[in-house]
């Protein structure tokens, strides 16, 4: 089906995803339910229904329209490329409207294939950018040439969710920290 073009159906298709967004941050993915945003947003529920078939094909279509991947830094180095992706992944989990949604889809995923499908493509996607950094690092001679680009990954990432989590600062400083930890961690003894 070809995306709506009347500007009616278009800012209609505005407001409620702009609703949905703010009830999400709110109140999570089950209470974001279509009545709910029926009520806030103004729109008929008939309306909504008309241009999404149910609960997970209006939140998904929400994420997508405030998604972000990160374009690859390649900076030259695997230090300044990391900390530009690391930074960048801070502050897509800690501002901005998807930052709201990242624990609220991890933890729909598990219940909900769609919303599953969704955290996956996310995730992936995101992912590649990171491996990319890393496998470019090992063939510059970076990293040595059996790390394990996924490892790296795991280890700048889960600390960055981590602190995310529980409140705490993920800034720029964090994410200059924490990659030339990680990258300690992997230079090769003499």
Known sequence: MSPP???????????VLATVLHLLAERGIAGTTIEAVAERSGVAK???YRHWDGHAALVLDAFDNVRRIPDDPDTG???DDL?????????ALSHG???????ALVDAA??????????HREADARHA?????????????????????????DLLAGP?????????PVDRRHAEQLVARVLAAYKRKP
């Open 83 to 91: 900390v530009e992706l690391v930074t960048g992944l801070a502050a």
């Open 110 to 119: 598990e219940r909900n294939p769609q919303l599953a499908a969704l955290h």
């Open 129 to 153: 950018v990171i491996l990319q950094a890393v496998t470019r690092g090992i063939s510059r001679g970076e990293l040595p040439a059996d790390t394990d680009p996924a490892e790296v990954l």
């Open 97 to 103: 409207p998807a930052a709201g949604l990242w624990f």
């Open 5 to 15: 073009t009347n500007p009616r159906v278009l800012r209609t298709r505005a407001v």
């Open 77 to 79: 180095t695997l230090r």
């Open 160 to 168: 960055i969710f981590y602190r995310r989590a529980v409140g705490g």
């Open 46 to 48: 008939t309306t909504i």
